[in-house]
């Protein structure tokens, strides 16, 4: 069986995967304070290609 990440024990993965759970099926943030999500880029910040690129 392959794991997940070689940085954390399988069950810090699990526990991480857990809290991940809810952003990854939503597509979105899932916090009910809006001024807690991160930034969007601003208008002069370079295109950066997204993590796991696929090319």
Sequence with gaps: MRR??????????DEL???????LRSGGPTRAD?????????DDDPDVPPLGGGA
């Design 17 to 23: 995967k857990a809290e991940l759970e809810g952003t």
């Design 34 to 42: 809006e001024s807690r999500d991160p930034e969007g880029p601003a």
């Design 4 to 13: 997940e990440s070689d940085l954390h024990s399988p069950r810090e993965d």
